[in-house]
């Protein structure tokens, strides 16, 4: 069997073109991400000006701090308003969050594809809550300093704010889950809009929504104890002016307090947690 030129020409064309086809999805899924990667790394580290050399040369300075701090001046708990700025805080972040949780469901109802029938208005809610997702809480609460001063009030408010978007995104999402057909079946009986949404929404995303709000007041429990370093009030506050006026052992015992706080509160939200989806699952 004889080859003509053309024929090998030809085969040089086929064997470039399975060459190229090889090496084009390499390059995009392989070679182009790790060039983007490194040259991101490369601009952080420019950017950050990372210099190690400071972190070790400052090691000595934090065992000085650890020094100062023990033993920590547990007295300092049985004075003053600390316990009662424990108080604030867990009353921010519980308070908070029903307040939060309550405008994120009134909000998800409209943005849920399974109640709201016309796309601009499910666009429109659908906008507010990304929009309130995308402003961090330290924006909110500088703005809530300049228009209600500072205090847990401001707190509160903050709390509230930077509830709504995340757990109007849940809500929603869990809304838009649910089975259609208790909806179908009330609709045909010529239901309401609000018999609706007690009667076959309601039932299926309470566990779930129940869940989230948890969830999020384990969050708004760390915001508020941030809040109060700058102005929010509460047992963040307490540190801050320990730590400002140079009394490391009283900080500490503080911290461990708050600490202690917190890892109880996380672990009964656990608990709850589980409790309720494990009814969701029996249900």
């Not at 499910?122 to 809530?144: H, T, V, W, Y």
């Not at 999402?173 to 609709?187: Q, T």
Request: net charge positive; aromatic share 12%; glycine share 10%.
């Amino acid at each position: 069997m004889s080859y003509s030129l053309f024929d090998l020409d030809q085969s040089t064309k086929n064997l470039k073109q399975k060459k190229n086809k090889l090496y084009t999805p390499i390059f995009r899924r392989i070679l182009l991400p790790g060039i983007v990667l490194m040259l991101a790394l490369g601009w952080s580290v420019f950017a950050l000006r990372i210099r190690p050399g400071h972190f070790f040369d400052g090691l000595p300075h934090f065992f000085n701090l650890v020094s100062e701090m023990f033993p920590p001046n547990w007295e300092v708990l049985t004075r003053g308003r600390v316990l009662f700025s424990v108080l604030e805080v867990l009353s921010m972040a519980f308070l908070g969050t029903f307040i939060g949780g309550l405008c994120a469901f009134l909000l998800a109802l409209p943005a849920s594809g399974s109640l709201s029938q016309s796309g601009s208005i499910r666009a429109f809610f659908k906008g507010i809550l990304a929009f309130e997702r995308s402003i961090p809480s330290l924006i909110i609460a500088l703005l809530l300093i300049v228009v209600i001063g500072l205090g847990p009030f401001t707190g509160l408010v903050t709390v509230a704010i930077g509830s709504i978007g995340m757990l109007g995104k849940m809500f929603g999402d869990a809304i838009e889950n649910v089975d259609p057909k208790p909806l179908e079946s009330l609709k045909s009986t010529g239901a309401t809009k609000i018999q609706i949404i007690r009667y076959a929404v309601l039932p299926q995303v309470i566990p779930s929504f129940i869940a989230n709000t948890l969830f999020r007041f384990d969050i708004n429990l760390r915001v508020a104890l941030f809040l109060g370093v700058i102005g929010g009030g509460g047992i963040g506050f307490e540190i801050h002016l320990a730590m400002s006026l140079f009394r490391y052992a009283d900080a500490l015992a503080i911290t461990a307090l708050t600490l202690t706080v917190i890892w109880f509160a996380e672990k009964v939200s656990d608990y709850l947690r589980k409790k309720i989806i494990g009814k969701e699952i029996l249900q």
